[in-house]
């Protein structure tokens, strides 16, 4: 067999072996998700396995939670974004500061609130077996803050 033969087969088999480790890379990637469970309506609906009569109930509760929470938090995440600009001003020990720093703390107490109401509306469309459950599982789970859940 002569030298560009062999060089060919070699480079054949370099690529063939490029292409099966991408390949594989790929599927670990995009097929080994972490297994973490969804978060949110969908999650509650599918744990709490809520029959078609709840799931009916849970919608109108659900697009009303978000009504009302979605602009308090925009509105939590604008101030705070303020708020941490105050760090490079010469007034951060201002009395506009402290105002703003109130103003913050009553938008997440009455997010904090909202939350507290959807949630206690929640498990009063719950059957005694599914609030025993919501109380012992899923209230832990929303209770945490996002970056305690993954521990």
Same mark, same amino acid.
């Given at each position: 067999?002569?030298?560009?033969?062999?060089?060919?087969?070699? +480079?054949?088999?370099?690529?063939?072996?490029?292409?099966?480790?991408?390949?594989?890379?790929?599927?670990?990637?995009?097929?080994?998700?972490?297994?973490?469970?969804?978060?949110?309506?969908?999650?509650?609906? =599918?744990?709490?396995?809520?029959?078609?009569?709840?799931?009916?109930?849970?919608? !109108?509760?659900?697009?009303?939670?978000?009504?009302?929470?979605?602009?308090?938090?925009?509105?939590?995440?604008?101030?705070?974004?303020?708020?941490?600009? +105050?760090? =490079?001003?010469?007034?951060?020990?201002?009395?506009?500061?402290?105002? $703003?720093?109130?103003?913050?703390?009553?938008?997440?107490?009455?997010?904090? $609130?909202?939350?507290?109401?959807?949630? $206690?509306?929640?498990?009063?469309?719950?059957?005694?077996?599914?609030?025993?459950?919501?109380?012992?599982?899923?209230?832990?789970?929303?209770? $945490? !803050?996002?970056?305690?859940?993954? =521990?």
């Amino acid at each position: 067999m002569n030298e560009q033969y062999k060089f060919r087969n070699l +480079w054949i088999a370099i690529l063939s072996l490029f292409l099966l480790n991408m390949g594989t890379l790929g599927w670990i990637f995009l097929k080994n998700k972490p297994m973490q469970p969804p978060v949110g309506p969908l999650f509650i609906e =599918k744990t709490l396995n809520f029959n078609q009569q709840q799931k009916e109930a849970f919608e !109108p509760l659900k697009k009303q939670h978000f009504k009302e929470v979605l602009p308090i938090r925009d509105s939590i995440k604008h101030d705070k974004d303020a708020l941490f600009a +105050w760090v =490079k001003s010469d007034k951060a020990d201002s009395v506009e500061f402290e105002n $703003r720093l109130i103003s913050l703390s009553q938008k997440v107490i009455q997010n904090e $609130r909202n939350t507290f109401k959807h949630f $206690r509306a929640i498990r009063d469309l719950c059957t005694p077996e599914q609030k025993k459950f919501f109380d012992d599982v899923m209230i832990e789970r929303f209770k $945490r !803050p996002p970056h305690e859940k993954a =521990k």
